[in-house]
């Protein structure tokens, strides 16, 4: 409903409930973690562009065909009916999050999240473009000029060009990446793949250049729970209370204690590296990401003022307050139990898996037909599944309905390997023969030449109503 | 305490994004558009288009679900506020 009336009321609210973001400009930093955290950039983002381009046995190594239904992983092919792995797989993953969580905090948003991972790359190339952090201020504060347009249309630019090719890449893993890498050259690539390359592309350029902390506080559903999954023998990043406080500039060289100081020197240094814009001296917050910049640029002050490194560090709470830090606790070693029992159950099933898939479908159209002498059939479609790279000849029966004629258009039925193959079987039974209007029976494969590649699958012989009535 | 305007506009189209996602997955892992849809209705549609309008189509039921709800979330004393009475 429009109100004009009250549009300068509801907009002068707007402007109050809507607090504009202030940009935040992290400030680069150098350390252990800064390293770590590039290590892991490297490392992650090297496997998502370089692995849909390795090869196994003449295909793509790593493809999830989506159009083909079926997941390559080097020499192992997922199938629909191996939905429940994808569900193992998920257990595995949040299990392993609770795990590392309740170990170390948030050292998947720190090291290993996509958002993390892809933003530190965006202002990698927007601190060689545009400069540093006080730079950068200087130049959002300033008119626009010529320059400044220059630099930004820059940055974009090359964002633009880094986010089509993540765009191109995470396609790559759904549609084989030279195939698609050759239509990109040609500009004939199909409208579906051009829609996600783009849309991904945007994604990445939205989230990774604008967004940034935003994904993470607004956005992130894991950064809402983690409090369920942190205790105080947790490791987090902390500020020494105790030791910091008071805090206050001084001299370098002066002994704090004579001026009544703590050691820290309230430089401003750990607000100035947050990429998450708060300041870590006022306790753990949900917005810390757990990346560790402030104990970088914290313990390099703590160096060149002489002190000891550490006002800022990984530890507990447990810890901070003078106790001890209990790692094998309850929960821990409850979270790794599920995860050892659904990753060796994965492994298990994997396995031992069963190569052999049928599906029975019986025939929509009709019920049931009268042949002409004057028996019941029914028509069934089956789908064999040949899950090994070896291709197979299956001879089919049926087992479990008395007297009935299996008729079939072919001599058995060649599989390839990987493929699934439709074929289509009669079942007949003189209707005289039998007790019921619907009877439960068995469908078996078996490979010619293995016996224990075999698949049973159950189906329904139904006929006319007067049947098994006389 | 104000809600930032992303906070609201993510508040539906992520969680939205997510679930469709998931809807997705799940739906297409037991249906295959071949076998739904495509012989009689689209002949000419690929799994990947049948897939994305799907995931779509998903997005636009659970957004609308999202948006329902943040509607439904304004409080009484607010939707009270008819032109001509007096602001509080």
């Known amino acids: 409903m429009a109100r004009p009336s009250d549009e300068t009321a509801s907009s002068d609210i707007e402007t109050q409930l809507y607090a504009k973001r202030q940009k935040i400009y992290p400030r680069e930093v150098h350390g252990l973690f800064a390293w770590l955290r590039t290590a892991a950039v490297l490392a992650l983002l090297g496997l998502f562009y370089i692995v849909p381009w390795l090869r196994w046995d003449g295909r793509q190594a790593v493809l999830f065909d989506l159009p083909g239904r079926k997941f390559y992983l080097f020499g192992l092919t997922i199938w629909p009916q191996d939905f429940i792995y994808l569900s193992a797989l998920l257990i595995i993953a949040a299990m392993s999050l609770f795990f590392f969580t309740a170990l170390a905090g948030r050292l998947w948003c720190g090291y290993a999240c996509p958002q993390t991972v892809w933003t530190e790359v965006f202002l990698w190339i927007e601190r060689k473009i545009e400069g540093s952090r006080s730079q950068q201020m200087k130049r959002d504060k300033a008119p626009l000029n010529a320059s400044k347009f220059a630099v930004k249309a820059t940055k974009h630019a090359v964002w633009i060009v880094f986010s089509l090719w993540t765009g191109f890449t995470f396609v790559g893993f759904f549609t084989p990446i030279l195939e698609l890498g050759a239509k990109l050259l040609t500009f004939s690539t199909g409208p579906w793949e051009t829609f996600w390359v783009l849309f991904y592309g945007f994604a990445t350029y939205g989230n990774a250049g604008w967004l940034r902390e935003q994904v993470c506080i607004y956005m992130c559903p894991y950064a809402r729970f983690q409090s369920a999954m942190v205790d105080s023998n947790t490791l987090v990043i902390s500020y020494d209370t105790a030791r910091g406080e008071p805090r206050g500039p001084r001299r370098r060289g002066l002994d704090p204690s004579e001026k009544g100081l703590g050691h820290c020197i309230d430089c401003s240094i750990c607000v100035q590296v947050c990429p998450t814009g708060i300041d870590i001296r006022d306790g753990l917050q949900y917005q810390c990401i757990g990346c560790a910049a402030c104990i970088d640029g914290c313990d390099d002050v703590m160096q060149k003022m002489n002190y000891p490194k550490g006002l800022i560090r990984y530890t507990t709470q447990n810890a901070l307050a003078g106790g001890e830090t209990k790692i094998l606790r309850p929960r821990v070693i409850i979270y790794a139990a599920i995860l050892l029992v659904a990753l060796s159950a994965v492994f298990y099933g994997l396995l031992t898996r069963d190569p052999i898939g049928l599906d029975v479908i019986r025939d929509r159209n009709a019920l049931y037909r009268e042949t002409s002498d004057g028996w019941i059939e029914n028509v069934y479609t089956l789908k064999i599944l040949n899950m090994e790279e070896i291709p197979r000849v299956f001879d089919v029966d049926i087992a479990g309905i008395e007297d009935a004629r299996l008729v079939e258009d072919e001599d058995g039925v060649v599989v390839g390997g990987g493929e699934v193959v439709s074929y289509v079987v009669r079942v007949q039974v003189d209707p005289d023969e039998m007790s019921r209007q619907s009877t439960d029976f068995e469908f078996s494969v078996k490979a010619r030449d293995d016996d224990s590649r075999v698949a049973v699958e159950s189906a329904r012989f139904v006929g006319p109503r007067w049947m098994g009535e006389s | ?88």
């Open chain 2, 1 to 88: 305490m104000p809600t930032p305007l992303t906070q609201r506009i993510t508040a539906v189209l992520w969680p939205s994004f997510l679930m469709a996602g998931l809807a997705t997955v799940v739906f297409f892992a037991v249906f295959d558009p071949y076998d739904l849809v495509a012989p009689t209705w689209f002949p000419n549609l690929s799994r990947l288009g049948a897939y994305s309008i799907g995931f779509f189509l998903f997005w636009l039921l659970t957004a609308s679900s999202c948006l329902l709800t943040c509607y439904f979330q304004r409080p009484v004393n607010r939707v009270n506020r008819l032109p001509g009475r007096d602001k509080e």
